[in-house]
């Protein structure tokens, strides 16, 4: 079955740097593109950034674009999320999606069909 399992989360001064992975199973990783979406609390959830299933596209939304980084190793089955300069406000559960189609941005008619269990990431003096 289809697997997805994000690590890395955890508490962070403000300014400081997180890398959250995203170990995927249970379907061809490569064929899939995959996103970041984060849920802050008490607040609905916001996409924060997709990567096409060959890596070459990747997007990312204004409020993270030239601080984050997505990438992957198919190889490996692993998604990336390289945060740097944090803000309080990147508070969140970030959660790994799986696309239901190859390419980026993941638009309708495309969506998400998996999703991880998210892991917490705090940014807090």
């Known amino acids: 079955q289809v697997q997805l399992v994000e690590s890395g989360g955890g508490l962070v001064q403000p300014g400081g740097s997180l890398r959250l992975s995203c170990t995927a199973s249970g379907f061809t990783f490569s064929y899939a593109a995959m996103s970041w979406v984060r849920q802050a609390p008490r607040k609905g959830l916001e996409w924060v950034s997709d990567i096409s299933s060959g890596g070459g596209s990747t997007y990312y939304a204004d409020s993270v674009k030239g601080r984050f980084t997505i990438s992957r190793d198919n190889a490996k089955n692993t998604l990336f999320l390289q945060m740097n300069s944090l803000k309080p406000e990147d508070t969140a559960v970030y959660y790994c999606?799986?696309?239901?189609?190859?390419?980026?941005?993941?638009?309708?008619?495309?969506?998400?069909?998996?999703w991880g269990q998210g892991t917490q990431v705090t940014v807090s003096s």
């Open positions: 999606a799986k696309a239901n189609v190859p390419v980026a941005p993941v638009v309708p008619p495309g969506g998400y069909d998996y």
